[in-house]
């Protein structure tokens, strides 16, 4: 609906000259008032199936919502189990690494031992201790990556970064019959072929 008016005033001042008598007429300070109005109503009886149009987008644009939240759900998943995993794998390389250094003491221990005997030189300890620095470093560089590797699980989580814990380090894996029926499983639950597909 539109309404719209106008208003216009003029004054004007004019002569006229009479035929056959040759009289001259004058008019003087003549005024000229005019108003205007109008009001336009448009309503739309058929709008081309705009209305079926736009409620088949907003189901699609559900539709499309609903799957990015099942994808969301599923990387959130995925997260977490990468997250786990890195814990389980920062555990054993610091396990590895307190066993190497644990060696490594043994070893210098034994060249000390044997220097003192006159069976080592100094090249021997000098090897023995760069070994054991080493793997000294290699320990304390694991323990970072253990904590930080838990700081990240627990980000993850949603739950305060300080908090520790042990994790189960033993995997099991189903054994796998068919591949066909594994692959068919995972067209099937995979989200983001899925939305393709019904979008």
Same mark, same amino acid.
């Given at each position: ?13 004019? %002569? ?10 004058? *008019?003087?300070?003549?005024? &000229?008032? /005019? ?8 309503? /739309? ?16 644009? =559900?539709?499309?919502?609903? #799957? ?7 990387? /959130?998943?995925?997260? &977490? ?45 000098? *090897? ?33 970064? %300080? ?14 019959? =068919? ?9 099937? *639950? *995979?989200?983001? #072929? ?6």
């Amino acid at each position: 609906m539109s309404a719209g008016g106008n208003a216009e005033y003029a004054r004007k001042a004019s %002569e006229t000259k009479l035929r056959p008598a040759g009289q001259l007429m004058s *008019n003087d300070g003549s005024n &000229t008032t /005019t108003f205007s109005g109008n009001i336009r109503i448009d309503y /739309t009886l058929f709008g081309g199936f705009a209305k079926l149009y736009s409620y088949e987008k907003l189901q699609q644009n =559900n539709e499309r919502a609903n #799957w990015q939240y099942r994808m969301q759900m599923e990387n /959130t998943i995925l997260q &977490t189990a990468q997250a786990y995993y890195a814990v389980c794998n920062a555990g054993q390389q610091l396990d590895i690494s307190k066993k190497a250094a644990a060696i490594s003491a043994d070893r210098l221990k034994r060249v000390q031992a044997r220097q003192e005997f006159g069976q080592a030189g100094a090249l021997d300890i000098l *090897n023995a201790e760069v070994d054991y620095n080493t793997d000294s470093t290699r320990v304390l560089n694991a323990e970072l990556q253990y904590k930080n590797s838990i700081k990240n699980l627990n980000v993850v989580l949603g739950v305060d970064v %300080e908090t520790s814990y042990e994790v189960d380090n033993v995997v099991e894996f189903t054994v796998v019959d =068919n591949e066909e029926s594994i692959q068919q499983k995972a067209m099937e *639950n *995979n989200s983001a #072929w899925l939305m393709q597909q019904h979008l």
